[in-house]
C-alpha cells in the first residue's frame, strides 16, 4: 500500500497544482486536443452518415472505409504525419480524427436507415420534402445511436489523446511519458488515473446530453439503448 | 503530382520487398515483426475470448451481476494503454504478457456484452423446447443456446480483433508490439517513412484477413443461416421488410453492426422490434 501513499503524496503536493506543467493546465491541453478531436470528428461524420443514410447510396462504401480505418494503428498514423508535416498539434488531430470518424459514421448511418419505413411513408406522406424528412424526422430518431457512437468515440478519443505527449505536445500523456522517462511509477500512475477520471467525466456528460437531445418521445426507447 | 506518388509507392514497395526478412538473423525484417504482431494479438483475443465466456455465462444468469461488472471494463477501457503497457513491465517485463494482459483487458469491453447479449436473445420457446425434451441445463447450455448465441459472439470477436490488431503496435514503446516496432524504430526514429506505411499497410492487410476468416468460421459453425441468397438490395427497400432484415441478408454489408446480423434475422418475425439489432452498434 505503499504506491497509495505515494501517490496521495504527489496529488498533495501544491507543486503539481500550478505553473504551465501542473494538473490543470495539463488537465485543460488535454480537454483541448479531445475536444477540437471530437468535434472535427463530428463534423466530417455526421453529414457523411446522415447522407449515406437518408439517401442509402454509398452505405457498403462507408461501412468498408469505417472498418479499414478501425483497423489503422493510431501510432503509425501519427508518426507519419510527424515525419510529413514536423511536430505539433496537426498530427495528433489527425491522429484522434482517424479514430474517431468510424465509430460516430458507423451509427450514424445505421441510425438514420434505421428508422420505420412507416414513419418515413407518414412523414412524406405528411408532404415533407426529402431535407425535412432527414432533418426533422430521421436526424431526431437517430440521435440516440448517434451520441453512444459519439460517446464510444469521446472515451477512446480521452485515452489516446495521451499520445500527443510522444511528439512532444503537452496533455496528461506527459505524466506518463515523463514517468516513464524518469522511472517515476507514481507520475504514471497519476497520470493514468487523471485520464481515467477524465474518461469516466466523458462518460457523465454524454448522458447528460442524451437527456438533453433524446426527443421525449424517444426516451423510453433510448432508455434501452443505454 | 501522380508520377510523384507513383515513385514514392515504387520506393515503398522495394524496401518493403529488400527487407521483407533477412536469411541467417530472424530477429531483423518484416516477416518476424508480422509473426509477432499475429502471435500478440491472436493470444490477446483468445485470452479475452476465455474470460468473457464464463464471465458473461455468470452475468446472464445472475442478471445482478452485469451492471457492475460492465462498468468496471468500461473504466478499464478507459485506462490510455501505454499506461497499461508500462505499469505492467515491474511484473512481466519484456515477456509477451505485458502486451498480452493488457489487450485481453480491452476486448472484455466488446466481447462481454456480445456473449451477454447472444445468451439472452435465445427465445424463450427454444429453450422452453429443449427443457421440455428433457435437456438438462449443462446440455442446453452447450447444445442450445451457446449456438444460437455464436452469430453475436463472433460480431464481437469481429470488432474485437479489429481493435486488437490496431493497438498491438502501441506496445512497441515497451519494446513489443509487432508491426508497431517496424513504424517505431525503422521508422520514426530514423526519420524514414517506407516502414511505416508498410507497417500500417500490413497491419491493415492483417485486420482485414482475420475479420474475412471469422466470417467464414461462422458460415461453418451456423450453417443454418446460411439460406439466404443475395438478399434485397440497400437501395430500394421495400416499405414492408424490416430494415433489421436488410442487415441479416446484406452479408458483408452488415459486418459493422455488432450484433445486427444475429438479432436482424430475428427481427423478421417479430416486426416492430427491428430496432433492437440496430441498437447494438458500438456499444460499449
Keep these: ?226 | 503530382m501522380i508520377f510523384d506518388a507513383w515513385d514514392w509507392i515504387v520506393r515503398v514497395t522495394d524496401w518493403g520487398v529488400a527487407n521483407w526478412s533477412h536469411p541467417g538473423e530472424p530477429d531483423r525484417g518484416i516477416l518476424p515483426r508480422l509473426l509477432q504482431h499475429m502471435r500478440l494479438s491472436y493470444l490477446s483475443i483468445l485470452l479475452g475470448l476465455a474470460v468473457a465466456l464464463p464471465m458473461g455465462l455468470a452475468c446472464a444468469r445472475w442478471k445482478r451481476l452485469y451492471p457492475p461488472v460492465l462498468t468496471g471494463v468500461n473504466v478499464l477501457y478507459a485506462v490510455p494503454s501505454i499506461a497499461l503497457f508500462f505499469l505492467m513491465l515491474p511484473y512481466t517485463g519484456f515477456s509477451d504478457w505485458t502486451a498480452i494482459v493488457p489487450l485481453a483487458l480491452y476486448t472484455l469491453v466488446i466481447l462481454l456484452p456480445n456473449v451477454v447479449d447472444g445468451l439472452r436473445q435465445v427465445p424463450d420457446h427454444v429453450r422452453q423446447a429443449a427443457v421440455a425434451m428433457g435437456f438438462g441445463q449443462l446440455r442446453r447450455l452447450v447444445q442450445v443456446e451457446m449456438p444460437v448465441a455464436v452469430p453475436v459472439i463472433i460480431a464481437g470477436l469481429r470488432v474485437a480483433s479489429v481493435a486488437t490488431i490496431s493497438m498491438v503496435s502501441v506496445a512497441s514503446l515497451v519494446g513489443l508490439g509487432g508491426l508497431g516496432q517496424l513504424i517505431l524504430s525503422d521508422g520514426f526514429r530514423r526519420q524514414f517513412d517506407a516502414p511505416i506505411v508498410v507497417g500500417i499497410v500490413l497491419t491493415v492487410v492483417l485486420a482485414l484477413v482475420t475479420d474475412a476468416a471469422l466470417v467464414i468460421l461462422q458460415r461453418l459453425l451456423t450453417p443454418w443461416s446460411r439460406r439466404d441468397g443475395g438478399g434485397p438490395s440497400r437501395g430500394d427497400r421495400p416499405a414492408v421488410v424490416p430494415s433489421g432484415a436488410v442487415a441479416a441478408a446484406g452479408g458483408p454489408e452488415s459486418a459493422n453492426t455488432v450484433g445486427a446480423s444475429s438479432t436482424g434475422g430475428e427481427a423478421v418475425e417479430t416486426g416492430p422490434g427491428n430496432t433492437r439489432g440496430k441498437e447494438r452498434t458500438w456499444r460499449s
Design chain 1, 1 to 226: 500500500m505503499e504506491i497509495l501513499n505515494d501517490l496521495f503524496a504527489w496529488f498533495a503536493d501544491p507543486a503539481q497544482w500550478t505553473g504551465s506543467s501542473g494538473i490543470p493546465a495539463r488537465m485543460g491541453e488535454h480537454v483541448y486536443y479531445s475536444l477540437l478531436g471530437l468535434l472535427w470528428s463530428a463534423a466530417i461524420a455526421i453529414p457523411l452518415g446522415l447522407l449515406t443514410g437518408h439517401t442509402g447510396v454509398g452505405g457498403f462504401l462507408t461501412a468498408s472505409l469505417a472498418n479499414l480505418a478501425r483497423a489503422l494503428p493510431t501510432i503509425g498514423v501519427l508518426f507519419l504525419i510527424v515525419l510529413a508535416a514536423g511536430i505539433g498539434l496537426v498530427p495528433v488531430l489527425c491522429a484522434l480524427v482517424a479514430l474517431a470518424v468510424p465509430p460516430i459514421l458507423v451509427n450514424t448511418h445505421e441510425g438514420v436507415r434505421g428508422v420505420e419505413p412507416r414513419l418515413r411513408d407518414a412523414a412524406f406522406g405528411m408532404g415533407m420534402r426529402g431535407h425535412q424528412v432527414l432533418l426533422r424526422l430521421e436526424l431526431p430518431v437517430a440521435v440516440p445511436l448517434i451520441l453512444l457512437g459519439a460517446r464510444t468515440a469521446a472515451v477512446q478519443v480521452v485515452a489516446t489523446a495521451t499520445i500527443a505527449a510522444y511528439v512532444g505536445v503537452g496533455g496528461l500523456g506527459r505524466y506518463i511519458v515523463d514517468g516513464q522517462a524518469r522511472q517515476d511509477l507514481t507520475m504514471m500512475l497519476a497520470g493514468s488515473l487523471l485520464v481515467v477520471l477524465l474518461a469516466v467525466l466523458t462518460t457523465l456528460l454524454f448522458a447528460g446530453l442524451r437527456r438533453l437531445l433524446v426527443a421525449p418521445g424517444l426516451r423510453a426507447e433510448a432508455a434501452a439503448v443505454r
